[in-house]
Each structure stands twice: as C-alpha cells, then as structure tokens.
C-alpha cells in the first residue's frame, strides 16, 4: 500500500503545532495501525529525523495506552483501539489523517502523546474501595448475582484510553467517570464509600476542566469497550442522590 | 458553598437544571396547543377568546405563567453557561471529524437550535403575548360580556404569509430540538433502563413530530381562510 500520512507535529506543550504529510510506501494490509506508525518512524529515524511520538504499551487491545484520532474518529474507523486497527481498514492510496486527542484536560506533551493523567486523578479522588487487611476471605464469601456481576464487569473493562472524551463534541469524561462510579456502585464492596464517591468523583472530573454531557452518544459509539449510556444515567442517579442523603452538609 | 449551590453548579446539576426545565416547557407546549387548537372552531373566534380569558383571570394559571417565564429563562441561561463551558473543554479543534457517524445532527446542534427558537420566541411574544397584555385591544361580545377579541389580532397576523412563513419554520427547528431534547432529558434525570427506555424514545419522537406538526397546522389553515 502506497499512502499519505498527514501527522501533527508538535515540539511541546507550549509549541504551536501543525501538520506535516508523510508519504509511505509497502505498507502491507495485514500490519496494525501501530506497525505502519514504526515503519515511519524507522524511516524518520535513518533520515536522522525526529521520529513521530505517539502512546502504544501493550498492543493487545486491553491497557489503554494507543489513542490516535484517525480520519476524524477516535481510534480510527473500527471500533476498537488503535492497536487492533488494520490497514485493511484503509484503501491504497488515501491520505491519513492523524492528531491527538483534543482536550483542555489532555493537554499535548508532544506530537500524538497527550497527558491524561486528569483520569487518574478523577481515581484517586473516589474510584476504589478500601480494603482491610487480615487473612484472604473465602471465595463466594459475599454473594452477588450473576446479572449485576455481569454489568459491574461490563463497567469494569473500561480502559481508561479517553476516547470518550476524544469523541465527544464538549471532550466531557462522563463516560469514563460513569464506568468508574458505576462498576463500584453495583457491588457489595462499594457501598461503604457509595456517596462519598460519585460527589468527589464527580467534583474532580468538573476540576480538570472537561465539558458537560450532551447526551449525544457519540462517546458510548466509539468506545473500543463497549460502554454503555446506562452508565452515565446510573452516575447521575448516584449524584442526585447522594447529594440529598449524604451526611456531608 | 452550600450543598444545593454545589450541586446545581456542576456540570451534572447543570444539566438537571436543564432537563427539569426543559421538560417542564415541553408540558407547557402541550397545554399551549390544546388553547391555540380552538383558533380552528369555526365560530369566528368565540371559544378560543373565551378560554384566553380565562386563562388569564386563573389565579393558577398566572403564577404557573410566571414560573414558566422563570423556567424559559433558566433554560436559555444555563444552556449560555454550558456552552462556553463544553466551548473551553476543547481550545483546540480538530481538523477533521466524522461525527455525523457517531451522533445525530440535533444532538449536536442543540445550542444553534435553540437559538432559532429563542428568535422565534421573541418575534412570538412581542406579535402576540404584549399586544394580548398591553397592546390596544379590539373587543368582542358573547351573550352581554364584554371580551378581548384575541381571535381577530391571531388572524390579521396568519393573513400575512411572511408570518406564516416564520412560524412554520420555526416549529421545524422546535421539531428538531424535541427530538433530542424529550429522550435526552430523562436520561440526564437518570432514568434509563431497558425496561422503559425505548417507550421514552418512541414517545419522544412522537411528540416531536406531531406537537409542531398541529403548532404550524394553525397559521397554514387560517391563512388559507383568510384568502
């Protein structure tokens, strides 16, 4: 395959920033998105060129790590993450567009590679249980039901990637928070921090700058995960409600 | 901060400020045409300035007209402050995007939408609302009382097709606005389950169609009436 790759370069944060295109040749359809991107990169580097930085750590599809807005979609055209993208997707010929995640709250550390350690912080601020220590409790010690479990779990594969936030016309985290609150509020563990959760989660998600939610949808489609809208309904249900019975006046 | 300004001033109390309004107008829309559907009696506009009458001596009715002038407000107020907010969350923009893929046009256009209507509201209000309040009304008499004849300020107005025109485009983008607007408010409410949601989409689009619908219905038949 023969194509034109148009790539934001960027030096830093405080560097304006821009397009440059890059034409590529030999690229075979079996290779990942992420192949393509080091064949261009080996390429830049033997030209004594500064090779294009971009996110990538396990390439399996499960860490989060590969972002990328591809053509005008998060991840590209499929609905995976960038990794499991292949340039089967793509025709001989194109031109590629490729820029990073646009976000107040993901500010760019360079080229393709975004900050998204606003995620982390919305974590930190509610998004676990706590645990005691002592000997290892029994298996099946707490009974769940197998339906709840299942849309805890679902909750739980979110991996953090931010296309949500990349997807969304207001770069709002209402997905991932959501995901977050919710795969704790279904579960016996989470009940002791429930409240206190969702109104510090949500107070950080609101402290990093990302927008509201206008209910579009557009996150819940290009999620590489799955998840679903009836999370961010379950996380404004926790809100609600913890902000009239929580004990914190 | 006390707790109800620190919930009201996030961005998920925002939108509940926005979704109760907005469902509250909706509600208003529906008593709205169930008036102005009576301009269509043919008994040359006495049921209809009879019921505005009414209207306006109910006690009820005036204070539920000051809470959704209240309402409207907010609504226009808090979808200002969310849009230079969902504005600043991306400074910079991307240069190509596929979002017709992911997401309805309306969804995504809800401000612009809105903003047409606010327009219309405004040319409404000022045509109808302040002439029926303030303006020099002409009377009419049914069975010795004495009435403002509302019917006949409505039907001058709907002789004029530039009139006709603006409303029945106006109620298009309204059509567009609800068909986002009444599923989207539930969900931010919270109320989404497998159970009810679809009911709630289908009412939606529903309402959506048919409530414009007989708004625009209105002018179109009184202006041909009037030819």
Known sequence: MKLTLKVWRQKNNADKGGFVSYPIDGISKDMSFLEMMDVLNEQLTEKGEDPVHFDHDCREGICGMCSLHINGKPHGPQQTTTCQLHMRSFSDGETITIEPWRAKAFPVVK????????????????????????GVPDANEIPIPKKIADEAFDAATCIGCGAC???????????????????????????????????????????EGFGACTNTGACAAECPKGISLTNIARMNREYFTAAVTTENV | MSWVTKTLNSTL????????????????????LAGNLQLLIPDNGESFNIYAETMANNPFIRVV???NFAFILIHIIYAAVLSRQNKS?????????????NSTWSSRNMGILGTVILIFLIIHLRGFWYEFKFGEMPTAEYGGMIYKDGFKIVSEAYSN??????????????????????????QTLGLNHAKYSPLIQKIGTGFSILIPALFALIPIVMYIQSL
């Open chain 2, 65 to 67: 007209s000051i809470g």
């Open chain 2, 13 to 32: 109390g925002r939108k509940l400020l926005m979704a109760l309004t907005g469902l509250f107008l909706i509600l208003f829309l529906v008593v709205h």
């Open chain 2, 161 to 186: 097709i530039l009139y006709v025109v603006i409303y029945v485009v106006s109620m298009g983008f309204l059509a567009f606005h609800l068909s986002h607007g009444f599923a989207s408010a539930f």
């Open chain 2, 89 to 101: 969350a991306r400074p910079v923009n991307y240069a190509t995007s596929k979002a017709s893929t």
């Open chain 1, 165 to 207: 936030v990349a997807a969304c016309k207001n770069a709002s985290a209402m997905l991932f928070t959501s995901a977050k609150i919710s795969q704790l509020a279904m579960l016996p563990q989470g009940q002791v921090e429930r409240k206190d959760r969702a109104e510090k989660m949500i107070a950080q998600m609101d402290a």
């Open chain 1, 111 to 134: 080229d393709l590679v975004v900050d998204r350690s606003a995620f982390d912080r919305i974590i930190q601020a509610g998004g676990y249980v706590s645990v005691n220590t002592g």
